[in-house]
């Protein structure tokens, strides 16, 4: 068992190796991704070598930045508290890894006596233990000193209207993101914490199978203007509840009243707030409830809008703008609007323009993600891939846990043909949203494209799963049901694959994207290139140049490149694209 990994950025190879040339010769047992099986999958390998490790030895560089492996690495290793950090170029290292010692090894060409060098291999014995080797002593350690590992569950919605659920798990991801400012706490991330809202929840398996000591519930009713919340902090050892409180407020103390339960679960941790994060967790983009309650109502439609259908992203824009009218200067509500807008411009050729809300938004927040998404659309939609990723990569150093974020920066490689460089960016987005059928479809075709089949099917039974869902919750969801029949054909589901393209087509025949996500079923597992042909002809007449990116680079279409019948439909969408005026 390899005692020590190495996490690095492919740019760095050289540098990776010597970090594990001279670890070994220090005497420690060396791992890096240079030596994986050719026989098992690569995440399979890494995630296994990374649970194994004592010490996992960061190489922070502007590559490494932006690469989701490196982040993911780091992310685990910093919850084992196994985390070790050296910057090879002067980077440093990202929100929340920054809080953590990072040697300067920006210089080091190999000399063992370098002192930032000393501090790496004095972290790692320390990590592995005292007798397995030899460690220079140091003034700094660099490793990671565990902390303490909590969860907030989802608070219950206790309002008596389902549809004020949205203002209850606002209150939830709230919390999380303040107590997620405190660098004594290691959160949970909401999308594992919001895998048990409405389960029977057993608080000490959590705490078995998460390594959490604490785990955070409550409740919210909300009505007449008025807002209730009962909250309680449990250890989840001896299953006691440490503290609980209710709170009665008016709905315009709600801010206050978030500052006030995020520090008494500190306090009863007994746990210190560091002055800079008293300050981070009482910053608030809006002192005005009405418009949080409206950004919130927006944020909820974005996750759980049906991916192809319009309508809810107007509903967004039109709530986002209410919001704004309230409040000129929220940032979350304009980059929001921004982020639904350019889906609206890029994917459905409506008559709008993002830029305003999102030059806004990141003249009053420089780091908005959804800003910098909106913009990152805008640019990949023109081809301007660099441009476009310059955007994701600000996004990601300030946000690397953003669903939004993820997403786009998948849909962007991807429309270069990088498949591989897709596959993180999806595995995450498809992480924090788990009702996100469309990622999981998306990551669907990057492991076929692959030739990844243990993923394929891995993956083609969360897309049938949570498209199922989409269903149940909603029949007429002809997305979901489109991205669901490639799925279910990849499983053998053949015959079912076909009723779902039946139905989606019954329902709403004049949906140009289900139209596309049918005709990539039949083209792929169901083999079926004559129908195909014919449900796209429509499509073909109607798409723009961001369009035409994506059937360029989605392998679901290769099947049908060579038929003279899509060359044609392809070659006439492209001239019409260079020529808006005739269309």
Not at 121 to 136: F, K, N, R, T, Y
Not at 227 to 238: E, F, G, P
Not at 491 to 510: F, K, S, V
Request: hydrophobic share 40%.
């Amino acid at each position: 068992m390899s005692q020590v990994f190495i996490s690095y950025a492919r740019s760095t190879e050289a540098i990776a190796k010597a970090v594990g040339e001279e670890l070994r010769s220090t005497g420690f047992e060396v791992w890096r991704d240079d030596e994986l099986p050719a026989h098992r999958s690569y995440s399979e390998v890494i995630e296994e070598r990374l649970a194994q490790a004592k010490a996992v030895v960061v190489l922070w560089s502007n590559e490494a930045l932006r690469s989701q492996w490196v982040r993911a690495e780091a992310d685990a290793a910093r919850e084992a508290g196994t985390l070790v950090q050296m910057s090879v170029d002067g980077t440093k290292p990202p929100i929340p890894f920054n809080q953590i010692q990072c040697a300067d090894l920006a210089d080091w060409t190999g000399d063992s006596e370098h002192r930032g060098w000393q501090k790496i291999v004095d972290s790692v014995g320390s990590l592995i233990g005292a007798g397995e080797a030899e460690a220079p002593n140091s003034e700094e350690p660099v490793a990671a000193t565990p902390a303490k590992r909590i969860m907030v569950l989802p608070f219950q919605n206790m309002s008596g209207d389902s549809e004020q659920e949205y203002f209850s798990d606002g209150i939830s991801e709230d919390i999380i993101t303040d107590l997620s400012k405190v660098s004594a706490l290691n959160v949970v991330a909401r999308n594992q914490a919001f895998s048990y809202k409405n389960k029977d929840v057993d608080i000490a398996a959590i705490g078995r199978d998460l390594g959490v000591s604490h785990v955070v519930e409550g409740s919210v009713r909300k009505a007449e203007g008025r807002v209730r919340i009962t909250a309680q902090l449990i250890d989840t050892d001896a299953c006691n509840q440490v503290w609980a409180e209710r709170y009665d407020r008016e709905l315009k103390d709600i801010f206050a009243l978030q500052d006030e339960i995020s520090k008494a679960i500190v306090a009863a941790l007994r746990l210190k707030l560091l002055p800079q994060e008293k300050k981070a967790i009482e910053q608030r983009q809006t002192t005005d409830s009405d418009a949080y309650n409206l950004y919130l109502k927006a944020r909820q439609l974005w996750i759980t809008g049906n991916e192809g259908d319009y309508r809810p992203l107007e509903l967004v824009v039109r709530i986002c703008r209410q919001a704004t009218a309230i409040d000129p200067q929220y940032a979350k509500a304009l980059g929001l609007m921004a982020l639904a807008q350019a889906r609206l411009l890029i994917t459905y050729d409506h008559d709008v323009d993002p830029l305003p809300a999102a030059d806004k938004a990141l003249a009053l927040d420089p780091d908005n993600p959804e800003a910098h998404c909106a913009k990152a659309l805008l640019l990949g939609s023109q081809g301007e891939h660099e441009e476009a990723m310059a955007q994701i990569n600000d996004a990601l150093a300030v946000d690397p846990e953003s669903f939004e974020v993820n997403k786009v920066a998948a849909r962007i490689v991807f429309q270069q043909g990088k498949m591989e460089e897709a596959v993180p960016y999806y595995e995450k987005s498809m992480e924090l949203v788990e009702s996100d059928y469309h990622g999981a479809g998306m990551l669907h075709t990057c492991y076929s494209a692959l030739g990844d089949e243990t993923n394929v099917m891995r993956v083609a039974r969360i897309t049938v799963d949570r498209c199922t869902a989409a269903v149940d919750k909603d029949p007429g969801n002809v997305s979901a049901l489109a991205i669901g029949a490639g799925s279910l054909a990849s499983l053998g589901a053949r015959e079912q694959a076909r009723q779902w393209i039946d139905r989606a087509m019954l329902l709403d025949p004049d949906n140009m994207i289900m139209r596309y996500n049918l005709a990539c079923s039949l083209a792929t597992d169901l083999a079926d290139n004559e129908r195909a042909i014919e449900l796209l002809g429509p499509f073909f007449a109607k798409i723009g140049p961001a369009h035409i990116l994506h059937v360029e680079a989605d392998p679901d279409v290769d099947s049908l490149r060579d038929d003279p019948r899509f060359q044609k439909m392809m070659s006439e969408a492209k001239a019409r694209a260079e020529r808006p005026e005739a269309s």
